[in-house]
C-alpha cells in the first residue's frame, strides 16, 4: 500500500509492505539464490575459532552444527549472535521501548487513507505515535518513547497507547478496538556498537541501527547487509582477508551514515520537550526545506542542512 506523508507544500510518497508478505518473498529469494533456510531454531550458540566459526542449534527436535567463515548476526534487536559475541545490551540512553496494536478501519477515513501519520503532539510528548495503514484494511497504531525517559518519568506505555487510541477515536477516526498488542525493543543508533569481529559481523537492528525518533529501522538493515556483501572478498578462505574486508565495511557504514546519524540524535532530544517539537512543526509547516530536511531525518536517511538549520533557529526567535 503507498502512504502519503503531509504537508502544506506539498507531500512525499512512502510505500507500507505486509511483513508476513515481505518475509515471504525474502525466504524465497534467498533460497532462490542458494541459501539453505532452517526455521525454527532454538538453543542457539556460536563458538569462535581460528579461521572459522561454529554455529549450534535446535530445529525440529534434531541439533545442527554449521562451520563457517563469516556469521552474520542479522536476528533482530534481541540478537543471539550479539550476546554469544560478548556484546552487551544498549544502555536505556540508547533503547527505546515501543508498543503497538492493530485495529479495524470503520467506515471511511479520509483523513488516514493512503496516509503515514506521526503524531509528536503535547499530549503524547516525551512519547510519540504513529497509525500506518496495513493493506488487509487494519492499521498500525503505536506508541514509543525512550527507554531511560519512561524509567524516569515512570510511564506506562499501555496507558500511553489506550490514550492514544482514545483520542484517535475522539477526533473522529472510525477505527475498532486494539487488538494483538506487543511491546518491542529499539535499540537505536545513539550508540553503535563493534559490528565487526573475528569472523562475524552484526548488521540491522542486531547492531542498534534504528532511528531513535521514530523507530524505523528497514532501510538501515537493508543498507547495512548490502555494503557489508560489497566490501566481502570473492573467497572466504583466507581468515585475516575475511577480517579486514568486516573491519572495512565498518569503516565505511559508519562513515557513509555519520551526518545522518548525528542528526538524528539531536533530533530525538529536540522532539522530548514539547516546546520545542511545537516550535520545530510551526516553522516545518510553511517551510518546504525544513519539511523535506524533516522527512529525510524521520523517513530516510537525510541530514538537517545548514540552511534548514538557519530558518529553524529563526522561527524559535520570532517565537
Not at 32 to 50: C, D, H, I, S
Not at 279 to 305: E, N, P, S, T, Y
Request: hydrophobic share 45%.
Amino acid at each position: 500500500m503507498r502512504g502519503q506523508v503531509e504537508g502544506s507544500v506539498g507531500a512525499w510518497w512512502g510505500c507500507v509492505v505486509s511483513r508476513e508478505v515481505f518475509d515471504v518473498q525474502l525466504v524465497d529469494a534467498a533460497v532462490g539464490a542458494g541459501v539453505v533456510f532452517v526455521a525454527p531454531v532454538k538453543n542457539v550458540r556460536m563458538f569462535q575459532g581460528v579461521g572459522r566459526n561454529r554455529v549450534e542449534f535446535v530445529s525440529g527436535g534434531e541439533k545442527f552444527q554449521v562451520d563457517a567463515s563469516v556469521v552474520v548476526g542479522a536476528d533482530g534487536a534481541n540478537s543471539v549472535v550479539r550476546k554469544e559475541l560478548g556484546v552487551p545490551r544498549n544502555s536505556s540512553v540508547a533503547n527505546s521501548v515501543a508498543v503497538r496494536g492493530y485495529c479495524e478501519r470503520i467506515g471511511v477515513n479520509p483523513q488516514i487513507e493512503d496516509v503515514l501519520w506521526l503524531d509528536f503532539t503535547k499530549e503524547l510528548c516525551p512519547a510519540y505515535g504513529w497509525v500506518f495503514p496495513l493493506n488487509d484494511g487494519r492499521l498500525n497504531v503505536g506508541v514509543g518513547v525512550q527507554e531511560d525517559v519512561m524509567k524516569k518519568q515512570k510511564l506506562n506505555l499501555k496507558e500511553i497507547l489506550d490514550s492514544f487510541h482514545a483520542q484517535l477515536r475522539a477526533d473522529g477516526l472510525s477505527i475498532g478496538e486494539l487488538e494483538s498488542v506487543r511491546g518491542h525493543q529499539l535499540p537505536h543508533v545513539r550508540n553503535i556498537p563493534p559490528m565487526a569481529h573475528r569472523g562475524a559481523v552484526l548488521v540491522g537492528d542486531a547492531a542498534g541501527l534504528i532511528n531513535p525518533v521514530t523507530g524505523e529501522g528497514i532501510e538501515y538493515a537493508l543498507a547495512s547487509s548490502r555494503m557489508l556483501v560489497e566490501n566481502l572478498p570473492e573467497s572466504l578462505t583466507d581468515a585475516r582477508v575475511v577480517d579486514e574486508s568486516l573491519q572495512r565495511f565498518e569503516r565505511v557504514f559508519r562513515k557513509r551514515y555519520r551526518t545522518h546519524f548525528f542528526s538524528v540524535r539531536a533530533s530525538q532530544r529536540l522532539f522530548e520537550k514539547p516546546w520545542l517539537a511545537d516550535r520545530f512543526f510551526d516553522v516545518a509547516v510553511d517551510d518546504r526545506g525544513v519539511q523535506q530536511d524533516a522527512i529525510g531525518l524521520l523517513l530516510g536517511v537525510g541530514k538537517l542542512r545548514g540552511t534548514a538549520l538557519m530558518r529553524l533557529v529563526g522561527g524559535l526567535r520570532k517565537g
